[in-house]
């Protein structure tokens, strides 16, 4: 079985320039969650889908990022414009079904350096 | 809302000793608690989980943990350490209501494995 895939693993953009990142979860999983982790803490949840819908989004900054899953499967979070503190790795993960105790299923992270 | 604490932002053990790491979480009601792995360069895997039922929760690699609700603390153990198990380690509590839930994850323990 495939795990959660993004793209791309890296990137470096100047403070005010826009970027995307890519995640394609787990085939059949319904429910996508993207992470902040900034160096040395913890993943912060940004926002959950439920199939297409959001089914929390009170911890994104929506001023400047916005994320969208319009198929139901495959999502892209997008920041516009960036600024020194957006850097940190960008998580995707997906589970089954978004029960409260389902296990996640993290993808390996695009890490972002803003200059 | 809920919290987690980890103590500790490193430890370190000699190959073959007890590992221990230390999570406290805060819930005004009952938790999910999990405990994540994240080797270098990965995204986290779920090394267990405890919802319902036996407090003794045992996990993969040969890793355990007890929720202990009295100590509202849910700490991770394995009784010998390996060279492969360095790595950063995170637990995270989530809790249900309001029809949707925001997993919290603590600030994350990097475990040093000495030869």
């Known amino acids: 079985e495939a795990g959660v895939a993004q793209s791309p693993r890296y990137k470096i953009i100047e403070k005010r320039q826009s970027v995307a990142f890519w995640c394609n979860p787990i085939s059949g999983h319904a429910t996508l969650y993207w992470y902040q982790q900034i160096l040395g803490q913890g993943p912060k949840l940004l926002i959950q889908?439920?199939?297409?819908?959001?089914?929390?989004d009170s911890q994104l900054p929506k001023d400047r990022f916005s994320a969208e899953r319009l198929k139901g499967v495959d999502s892209t979070l997008k920041i516009q414009p960036a600024k020194l503190e957006d850097s940190a790795v960008y998580l995707c993960a997906s589970s089954s079904l978004g029960l409260v105790a389902e296990t996640q299923y993290f993808g390996p992270g695009t890490r972002l350096l803003v200059l | 809302a809920q919290s987690v604490t980890q103590l500790g932002s490193h430890v370190s053990v000699s190959e073959g000793a007890l590992v221990l790491l230390r999570c406290n979480y805060s819930s005004s009601v009952p938790p999910y608690l999990f405990w994540y792995v994240q080797y270098p360069n990965q995204g986290l895997q779920l090394l267990l989980k405890y919802t319902t039922g036996a407090t003794l929760v045992k996990g993969i690699n040969g890793f355990e943990a007890e929720f202990k609700k009295s100590e509202t603390s849910f700490h991770l153990t394995k009784p010998s350490a390996h060279m492969s198990d360095a790595a950063e380690y995170f637990c995270?509590?989530?809790?249900?209501?309001?029809?949707?839930?925001?997993?919290?994850f603590g600030r994350g323990t990097s475990l040093i494995v000495h030869p």
């Open positions: 995270a509590v989530s809790v249900t209501g309001g029809g949707s839930y925001i997993p919290t």
């Open positions: 889908f439920q199939n297409n819908g959001v089914v929390d």
